[in-house]
């Protein structure tokens, strides 16, 4: 499968989908959901796939959170619209597999990233892991 946010390869048997955009510390936006919810399908589907490992490029980051960039482009309807879009057709549809989902967590899981890691069943987190939920603190 080709992605343009994405990098997914199959390696005895278990899928490894990368988010590779090391350059905004793999954060989420409209793209990334969209194509995690494509490979997410894909190892539903694929009978070749028993398990997958989803991970971050680069050391900094497994995902830091929402793409700010992208959502302040936002009316609150739109926004809203996305983040319910990241919960049903990624994080539930992780958390409800029946093919185990490992969360390979490098450097940075905040925010939306925090609940990618936690929809997984299983966190291997890096001794450089770092997890918290930064949104709280906004108004």
Same mark, same amino acid.
């Not at 390869?9 to 990334?32: F, H, Q, S, Y």
């Given at each position: 499968?080709?992605? $343009?946010?994405?990098?997914?390869? /199959?390696?005895?048997?278990? &899928?490894? /989908?990368?988010?590779? #955009?090391?350059? *905004? @510390?793999? !954060?989420?936006?409209?793209? +990334? %959901?969209?194509? @995690?919810?494509?490979?997410?399908? $894909?190892?539903?589907?694929?009978?070749? /796939?028993?398990?997958?490992?989803?991970?971050?490029?680069?050391? *900094?980051?497994?995902?830091?959170? =929402?793409? %700010?960039? $992208?959502? /302040?482009?936002?009316? =609150?309807?739109?926004?809203?619209? @996305? &983040? #319910?879009?990241?919960?049903?057709?990624?994080?539930? *549809?992780? &958390?409800?597999?029946? *093919?185990?989902?490992? !969360?390979?967590?490098?450097?940075? &899981?905040?925010?939306?990233?925090?609940?990618?890691?936690?929809?997984?069943?299983?966190?291997?987190?890096?001794?450089?892991?770092?997890?918290?939920?930064?949104? +709280?603190?906004?108004?």
């Amino acid at each position: 499968m080709q992605f $343009e946010t994405l990098l997914f390869a /199959i390696e005895n048997g278990t &899928a490894i /989908i990368t988010i590779n #955009r090391p350059d *905004k @510390l793999n !954060a989420l936006n409209a793209t +990334v %959901i969209s194509e @995690l919810s494509k490979a997410i399908d $894909e190892v539903y589907q694929n009978s070749a /796939i028993q398990s997958a490992i989803i991970t971050g490029s680069g050391a *900094k980051s497994f995902v830091a959170g =929402a793409d %700010i960039s $992208e959502f /302040i482009q936002l009316n =609150a309807a739109e926004g809203e619209a @996305l &983040a #319910r879009k990241g919960q049903t057709e990624v994080f539930d *549809k992780i &958390a409800a597999s029946g *093919k185990p989902i490992i !969360a390979a967590v490098n450097g940075f &899981a905040l925010g939306g990233g925090c609940e990618l890691a936690m929809a997984c069943h299983f966190i291997i987190a890096a001794s450089t892991a770092k997890f918290g939920q930064p949104e +709280v603190n906004l108004g």
